[in-house]
């Protein structure tokens, strides 16, 4: 079976509104160690972005996305073998990746 890539006709496609594009998203995390990967950053990320609210550190807003990202890439790059959303579709990969984190969290989606 061939996997899915964003290099087709859907990752040209123009999506009006995050509920036609999350199931887009979800096709282009479809390995499991990829979204262990995002969980793993997302999750870190958001200790860090509290971490930075709660003790007035601006600094480690920054490590929290930058982290995030790499972890997120990392599975990208190496393990799903497509190119990041977040390229062509910032804000909705962005929403993606908390929905994917909140499905994950409560057993929507296999961990």
Do not use: C
């Not at 890539?5 to 199931?23: H, I, L």
């Not at 870190?44 to 990202?69: C, D, E, H, W």
């Amino acid at each position: 079976m061939t996997k899915p890539t964003n290099t087709g006709a859907q990752a040209d496609k123009k999506f009006g509104t995050f509920a036609e594009f999350y199931p887009f998203y979800l096709s282009e995390h479809s390995n499991q160690t990829s979204r262990r990967l995002h969980f793993v950053g997302t999750s870190i990320g958001f200790i860090l972005i509290v971490s930075a609210i709660l003790t007035r550190n601006p600094m480690l807003v920054l490590y929290g996305v930058l982290q995030g990202y790499a972890f997120a890439w990392v599975g990208h790059f190496f393990f799903e073998h497509n190119r990041p959303a977040t390229f062509k579709y910032p804000f909705y990969s962005f929403a993606g990746d908390w929905r994917m984190w909140a499905d994950i969290l409560t057993g929507k989606i296999k961990f």
